[in-house]
């Protein structure tokens, strides 16, 4: 089956830690990105990739890092640094730049 | 002006009637805009694309006014199912190569 994982689905941690979310994707799309979506608000990117070991800032890329050393696999870190990291954590890849994008089934981080 | 605007509803609307959304978007010079569906605590998945000709699938049709610059989408027959949050999203935001959502219009569909 072709499609994005993002592992785990809820994460919990406590503040001050760093936490790693993963992203995988066996489209073989070039583009990765991550967003994140807090209740009632819309989606907000955080970086993306178009191609392997490169990536860019998204909007909101504070208190946030990201690698790309696969094509595959596009893992966002948050950071101690991340004011209010609770929130859902969207994955999302395309074949190409502008195109159409499809999301990972999101992962639920809570902070406390 | 926010780059993508939808009107958050609820639209309320009996299964089997006609309902429409419109989006408003800011960037002349996006090129690519889709319509994606987003049930509750789930991801958003792709509903459809939207070309400047207009496109139909099923019960949705879409429309694009690059000259005032508004996307709509029409879904005809309303089932159950189809109560969800409907996303506009468009092209061109931080770079040519990412899309901007709109925060999304819910739709209630009952009995």
């Known amino acids: 089956d072709g499609g994005i994982t993002q592992s785990p689905k809820y994460l919990f941690r406590k503040e001050g830690q760093n936490v790693t979310l993963s992203c995988e994707q066996n489209?073989?799309?070039?583009?990765m990105y991550w967003y994140r979506q807090d209740p009632g608000q819309g989606l907000r990117l955080i970086y993306y990739s178009q191609i392997v070991n490169d990536f860019q800032k998204g909007d909101i890329a504070e208190g946030y890092s990201v690698s790309r050393e696969k094509k595959e696999s596009f893992p966002l870190t948050v950071t101690s640094a991340q004011k209010n990291p609770t929130a859902f954590y969207l994955c999302?890849?395309?074949?190409?730049?502008?195109?159409?994008?499809?999301f990972g089934p999101g992962t639920r981080l809570t902070v406390t | 002006r926010k780059e993508v605007e939808q009107d958050p509803g609820p639209f309320n609307v009996p299964e089997g009637a006609t309902v429409a959304f419109n989006c408003t978007y800011s960037?002349?010079?996006?090129?690519?805009f889709f319509w994606y569906r987003q049930d509750c605590r789930k991801e958003p998945k792709l509903l459809m694309s939207?070309?400047?000709s207009g496109n139909e699938d099923g019960r949705f049709t879409a429309q694009l006014n690059r000259a005032s610059q508004y996307i709509s989408l029409l879904i005809r027959d309303s089932k159950l199912s189809d109560s969800a949050t409907y996303l506009c999203?468009?092209?061109?935001?931080?770079?040519?190569?990412?899309?901007?959502f709109g925060k999304g219009t819910m739709l209630l569909v009952s009995p």
């Open positions: 999203v468009v092209n061109g935001g931080k770079g040519y190569s990412t899309l901007t």
């Open positions: 999302a890849s395309s074949i190409a730049q502008g195109n159409e994008q499809y």
């Open positions: 960037n002349s010079a996006s090129q690519s």
């Open positions: 489209l073989n799309h070039d583009a």
């Open positions: 939207v070309y400047s």
